[in-house]
């Protein structure tokens, strides 16, 4: 059907309406999901990865909100210690490619790490991806992320096997650079905060949060953003 008030087509599947199109499906390897019973159910401790690679990932201090059809709330800042373990160090690894997409809503004047494997004795050549957009050993940032990125958006940075990376802010690309660092597989991978302590920790939610072994072109990371976007009135 049509729904008029956020014009978009919808259907009705496992539970809650879903709309069209729907987020890219090839080449995703983690897809966590609040609003989908079968990633969070709204209770616990464990946050399922839905994609193939079904990897697992442990709460720590988060909360839960039904706003947006669920989300997993984090209260920050640094010392509160709220964030979600992945049970792997090779979701991401050296140089191949792949896409980080996000919708968050971040409630306070902070950058917040949303997935990467950087932190404390953990800087060299890691990976923080953020609400801001990209840093591995530099920075390709959302412009004015301070202020562009607060309330409730998508972000989404892609690296291909040179390096290259683009950037994007509510399914527009923002801004590219190159990042070419060989990142290592020294720590698991953390939603959040940095890895290995609680810093630079997002204060608000993530509504959803997934990963990509390629780079997603321009049309795909704008179909990702419309197909969640409605969830919160973006």
């Known amino acids: ?31 966590l999901d609040a609003a989908e019973p079968s990633s969070y159910s709204g209770s616990g401790t464990t946050w399922t990865d839905i994609s193939p690679s079904g990897y697992t990932g442990t709460m720590t201090g988060t909360g839960y909100t039904t706003d947006g ?13 709220d964030y979600v373990d992945l049970n792997s160090s090779t979701v991401i690894s050296g140089t191949t490619p792949f896409t980080i997409f996000s919708l968050f809503n971040l409630t306070a004047n902070n950058y917040g790490e949303l997935f990467g494997n950087y932190g404390s004795g953990y800087t060299s050549s890691t990976l923080w991806f953020a609400t801001t957009g990209l ?6 940032y959302v412009p004015n992320y301070a202020s562009a990125t607060q309330g409730k958006h998508s972000v989404c940075s892609s690296r291909n096997s040179a390096g290259a990376v683009r950037t994007y802010l509510d399914g527009k690309l923002v801004s590219t650079g190159t990042l070419s660092a060989s990142i290592p597989t020294s720590q698991n991978y953390r939603i959040g905060a940095d890895v290995n302590s609680p810093g630079e920790a997002l204060v608000g939610t993530i509504y959803a949060l997934l990963v990509y072994n390629r780079v997603l072109s321009d049309q795909e990371v704008r179909q990702n953003h419309d197909a969640l976007r409605v969830r919160v009135g973006i």
Do not use: M
């Open 135 to 140: 840093y591995i050993d530099g920075a390709v």
């Open 1 to 31: 059907r049509y729904n008029s008030s956020i014009k978009t087509a919808e259907y009705y599947s496992n539970g809650r309406w879903r709309y069209i199109p729907d987020i890219v499906g090839d080449g995703l390897i983690v897809r």
């Open 69 to 81: 059809g669920g989300g997993i709330t984090f209260d920050g800042p640094f010392s509160s210690g």
